[in-house]
């Protein structure tokens, strides 16, 4: 059995904080597992709840005609997970607390995929993994490299549905990815087919 798969057994069986008792799924992750770029949401909604897969709703098509632009896709070059693997009642923020419980397993994740660029969609995920404080209307865009790896925080996909007019700013920070996978990433490549 390979590392990402007792990974993600392990996980599908975690009862480590209150969400277990109320999901449907545990959201994993998904996309190549050799992937140099990693994308973190902050964690399942109701589609992804009952699919077992990040981003799958009208967000989530939004996010892969994105990414398409660019030459990104889960399923050639990237991967998606969240900060927490199980869905908030109500589509809430994950709790501080329940971050805490979680976090352990995108950390293994991260550990086994050992990604040169890391982006965070929407403000929980930026605020965990670059910066308490992170402003993502003023920040999003800036890379910032803490321990060798590149992160950089992005709008939402669901906040750009709510605010079509933020969609171009988001597309722009797209753009400074692939730029900057062009200069850091060692296998990564584009596709646009
Ligand atoms: S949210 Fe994370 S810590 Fe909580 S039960 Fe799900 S997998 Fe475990």
């Not at 605020?127 to 490299?145: D, N, S, W, Y």
């Not at 753009?175 to 990564?188: G, M, W």
Request: glycine content about 8%; hydrophobic content about 45%; overall charge neutral.
């Amino acid at each position: 059995m390979s590392d990402w798969n007792a990974l993600r057994q392990d996980c599908a069986a975690c009862t480590a904080c209150p969400l277990a008792a109320t999901r449907k799924n545990v959201v994993f992750g998904v996309g190549q597992e050799s992937a140099e770029v990693l994308f973190v949401g902050e964690g399942p909604g109701a589609n992804e709840d009952a699919m077992g897969e990040p981003f799958v709703g009208a967000a989530g098509q939004l996010l892969d005609r994105m990414l398409a632009g660019v030459g990104l896709s889960r399923e050639k070059n990237l991967y998606i997970a969240n900060i927490v693997k199980c869905r908030p009642p109500g589509n809430r923020d994950p709790l501080p607390e329940e971050q805490d419980a979680c976090i352990g397993w995108l950390r293994q994740q991260t550990a086994l995929l050992r990604p040169k660029i890391i982006v965070c969609l929407g403000r929980v995920a930026a605020c965990r993994l670059i910066a308490p404080e992170f402003k993502v209307t003023r920040q999003h865009g800036q890379f910032v490299e803490k321990n060798g790896v590149w992160l950089m925080g992005t709008l939402h996909p669901a906040a750009i549905l709510r605010n079509p007019t933020q969609k171009a700013a988001a597309f722009a920070d797209l753009v400074a990815l692939r730029d900057k996978i062009e200069d850091v990433c060692e296998h990564t490549a584009l596709c646009f087919d």
